[in-house]
C-alpha cells in the first residue's frame, strides 16, 4: 500500500546513477522526462493513499534491520567521499567534521542497536515538503535539461560535466524524499548529510578557484551543522533510548534536560543549513554554480530543510531559552540581509540575500513556536518554494537572453523579453506586495509576537518587512520602466525552460486565489497535529476580499505590455537638459555635443553592502550563540 515511500527515496538516486553514464544529450533528456513525471505521479499517489487512510500521522517500518544498515553504510561511504576530496584539497581540517559525527553514529549504533520505533513518518507537513520537493524539484530538473544547453553555449571555458550535475540533481531529490519521510534520527542524519554533500558537489560543478573555494566553504558549514546534529542525537538516544524525532519533541515538552540540550544542538544544526547568520556566506558563495542548482538546492528545497526541522522542533523550543534565541536569531537575520539585499546589483545576488531573509522569519516564527507563527511560515514556506525557483529560473534565462543578470541591463524588459517579464513581475509581486500571501504571513508572525510580547522580534519584522519592500520596488520598477526606444533582444528561452517558468507562475497565482481554502483544508489540520489546537489568524471574509484584489493586481503586467505599442506611438519626447535627438537614448548639450543619457539606481554599495555590514554581523551572531549554548548546557534554562 505505501509501494510509494522507497520509491520516492531509491528511484530518483537510480534515475541519477543512470544519467552519469549517458553522454548523450537527447537519451538523456528523454530519461529525465519520463523519470520526473513518475516522481510527480508517485508523490501523489501518497498523498492520495495518506488521506484514503484517515488523513492522520502514520508510523511506517518499524522493523527494517536490512534498511538501517544500508544508513549505515552509507554514511561510512559519505565520509570517506568527503575525506578523500578535503585530503587533495589539502583542507583536511574540514574531513574532521565528516570522520567524527561519523565514528560517533556508527558507534552509538554498535552499542545499542535497534531501540525500536518507527522510521517512516507521514503527516501534513511531510506530505508538503514531498509536494515542493517533486513539483518545484521536477520542474527545474526539466528547467535544467533546456537551460544547460544555453549556459554550455554562453560558457565555453566551463568543462561539459552535465551527466554528473544531473546525476547529482537527481540523488538529491532523493535523498530530500528521505529526510522529510524519516522519523528516526539516524536515518535523518544520513540524508541530511547527502543533501550537504550534493551541495558541495554542485556549487564546485565549473571548477574554477572560486567555485571551489565557495564549494568548500559550504560543505564546512554544513559539515559543522552535521556534527551538532550528530552530537545531540547520540547524546540524546543513549541517554533516554529513544530514536525518533517525535520522542525527541515529546521528551523535551516533559522538561528532560537530554531533549533540551538535542533541540538546541539540531537547532543550531538548522541554522547552518538554513544558511541564518553566522553561516549565511556559503548560500552567497553557492550562486556561482548554474542557476538550476541556485534554484533547486539553495532556494526551493535543501534550504528548507533547516525550516523544516524547526517546524518539527518548535512545540519543543515555545516559551524556551533556545526557542527565544533561535527567533532572535531568525529575526536580526531576516533584517539585516534584507538590508544589505539592497545594495546587490548582481539579480541572483539580491535573490540569494532575499532568500536569507525570508528564511530568516520562517526561523523567527519556528522559534516563537506559537500557532499563528507556524500557520504563517508553512505559507511563507510555500510562497518561498514557488516565487524563488519561478525567480531564478527566470533570472537565468534573462541572463542568457541579455548575457547579463546586472538589475541595470533588465531596463524595460517587459518590453524587450515581455514573457520573462511578465513571470518576473508575478515572482517579485508575489514575494511582497499588498495583498498577497507573503504579505499576509508577515502580518501573522508579527501579530504573533506581539501576542508573545517579544519586542525584539517586533522591531526586527517591521523593519526588515520595509527593507523587503526597498530592493524588490526597486527591481519591480526596473523592468516596468521604458525609453523610447528600447533595444530589441532575442529571446532563446527554450519550449522546456518557458514550460515550467508557465507552470510556476500559475501554480503562484493559484496559491494566492486558493489561500483561504489551502489554510482551512491543509494547514488547519497541520497545526491540529502539531500542537493539538488551532486559532484563526484571519477570518475567511478578510481572506476573501484578499484574493480579489490579488486577482485585480496580476493584471498590472498584461494591460502594461498590451498598451505598450499605442503607448510607444503616442509617447511624447522626454527634455534631457539639451536637444532630444529623437530616441529619449541621446541628446546634445550646450556646446553641441552628444551625449548619452544614462539611468540608473544608487545601491549605497559602500554603506550597506556585504562588505560593510557581514562581517560585523557574523561576529554578533556568533556571540549570541555562543551565549545560547552555555546557558543551555549550563542548566540556567
Not at 111 to 131: N, V
Not at 176 to 202: A, K
Not at 553 to 572: E, G, I, W
Request: net charge neutral.
Amino acid at each position: 500500500m505505501w509501494w510509494s515511500i522507497p520509491f520516492l527515496i531509491i528511484f530518483p538516486m537510480c534515475i541519477g546513477a543512470l544519467l552519469y553514464c549517458i553522454h548523450v544529450q537527447k537519451i538523456r533528456k528523454g530519461i529525465a522526462y519520463i523519470a520526473t513525471p513518475a516522481i510527480m505521479a508517485a508523490t501523489i499517489d501518497l498523498v492520495v493513499t495518506y488521506f484514503r487512510n484517515g488523513g492522520s500521522p502514520v508510523d511506517l517500518y518499524v522493523d527494517v534491520p536490512v534498511a538501517s544498515h544500508f544508513i549505515t553504510a552509507g554514511e561510512i561511504v559519505l565520509m570517506i567521499y568527503v575525506t578523500i576530496k578535503c585530503i587533495l584539497a589539502k583542507k583536511y581540517w574540514i574531513s574532521v567534521l565528516s570522520i567524527v559525527p561519523t565514528v560517533m553514529i556508527v558507534n552509538m549504533e554498535a552499542h545499542l542497536g535497534e531501540l525500536g520505533g518507527a522510521h517512516i513518518r507521514l503527516d501534513h507537513l511531510s506530505l508538503l515538503m514531498c509536494l515542493i520537493v517533486a513539483f518545484v524539484g521536477g520542474l527545474i530538473t526539466i528547467y535544467a535539461m533546456g537551460y544547460m544547453d544555453g549556459y554550455h553555449q554562453h560558457h565555453t571555458e566551463v568543462p561539459e560535466r552535465r551527466h554528473f550535475f544531473f546525476m547529482v540533481v537527481y540523488v538529491f531529490i532523493g535523498a530530500m524524499f528521505g529526510f522529510v519521510l524519516s522519523s528516526d534520527l539516524v536515518w535523518i542524519d544520513f540524508f541530511w548529510e547527502t543533501t550537504s554533500v550534493c551541495s558541495f558537489m554542485l556549487i564546485g560543478y565549473t571548477k574554477t578557484d572560486e567555485a571551489i573555494t565557495n564549494s568548500f566553504r559550504a560543505l564546512w558549514m554544513n559539515l559543522l551543522g552535521g556534527t551538532a546534529l550528530a552530537f545531540g542525537i547520540v547524546y540524546f538516544e543513549t541517554a533516554t533510548g529513544l530514536s525518533t524525532l517525535q520522542g525527541l519533541v515529546t521528551a523535551s515538552q516533559q522538561g528532560g534536560r537530554a531533549g533540551a540540550v538535542a533541540v538546541m544542538l539540531m537547532a543550531f544544526a538548522a541554522l547552518t543549513k538554513a544558511a541564518q547568520l553566522p553561516f549565511s556566506t556559503w548560500l552567497i558563495g553557492a550562486m556561482v554554480a548554474p542557476t538550476p542548482s541556485s534554484a533547486l538546492l539553495h532556494s526551493a528545497t535543501m534550504v528548507k530543510a533547516g525550516i523544516y526541522i524547526l517546524f518539527r522542533l518548535a512545540p519543543a523550543m515555545a516559551g524556551t531559552t533556545t526557542g527565544y534565541f533561535i527567533a532572535g536569531i531568525g529575526g536580526f537575520t531576516f533584517f539585516m540581509t534584507s538590508i544589505i539585499a539592497i545594495g546587490q546589483v548582481d539579480a541572483k545576488k539580491v535573490l540569494a540575500y532575499s532568500t536569507i531573509s525570508n528564511l530568516g522569519l520562517m526561523v523567527a516564527c519556528a522559534g516563537i513556536g506559537r500557532p499563528e507563527t507556524i500557520w504563517a511560515g508553512v505559507f511563507l514556506m510555500m510562497f518561498h518554494a514557488i516565487s524563488k525557483s519561478l525567480m531564478f529560473q527566470d533570472v537565468g534565462a534573462t541572463e542568457n537572453c541579455l548575457h547579463s543578470r546586472n538589475l541595470e541591463d533588465m531596463h524595460g524588459l517587459l518590453y524587450r523579453l515581455p514573457k520573462l517579464a511578465v513571470f518576473m513581475f508575478i515572482g517579485i509581486a508575489g514575494m511582497y506586495l499588498a495583498p498577497f500571501g507573503m504579505l499576509i504571513s508577515k502580518w501573522s508572525a508579527l501579530r504573533a509576537s506581539v501576542d508573545s510580547k517579544n519586542v525584539m522580534v517586533i522591531l526586527f519584522i517591521v523593519f526588515g518587512s520595509a527593507t523587503t519592500s526597498f530592493y524588490w520596488s526597486k527591481w519591480l520598477g526596473k523592468i516596468l520602466s521604458r525609453t523610447m526606444h528600447n533595444d530589441q533582444v532575442k529571446d532563446i528561452t527554450k519550449n522546456n525552460e518557458m514550460f515550467s517558468l508557465t507552470v510556476h507562475a500559475v501554480a503562484m497565482v493559484a496559491l494566492c486565489a486558493l489561500f483561504p481554502l489551502v489554510s482551512a483544508t491543509y494547514v488547519h489540520p497541520l497545526l491540529n497535529e502539531t500542537f493539538g489546537v488551532y486559532k484563526d489568524v484571519l477570518s475567511s471574509n478578510i481572506l476573501n476580499m484578499l484574493v480579489v484584489l490579488i486577482l485585480v493586481v496580476f493584471l498590472v503586467p498584461f494591460m502594461a505590455y498590451a498598451s505598450s505599442k499605442r503607448l510607444h506611438t503616442n509617447m511624447k519626447l522626454s527634455y534631457m537638459n539639451g536637444i532630444n535627438l529623437g530616441n529619449d537614448n541621446t541628446f546634445t548639450d550646450s556646446f553641441g555635443e552628444p551625449k548619452k543619457l544614462h539611468m540608473a539606481n544608487d545601491y549605497f554599495t559602500e554603506k550597506i553592502g556585504r562588505h560593510a555590514l557581514m562581517v560585523p554581523c557574523q561576529l554578533a551572531v556568533t556571540a549570541v550563540i555562543v551565549v545560547m549554548f552555555c546557558i543551555v548546557l549550563g542548566g540556567v534554562a
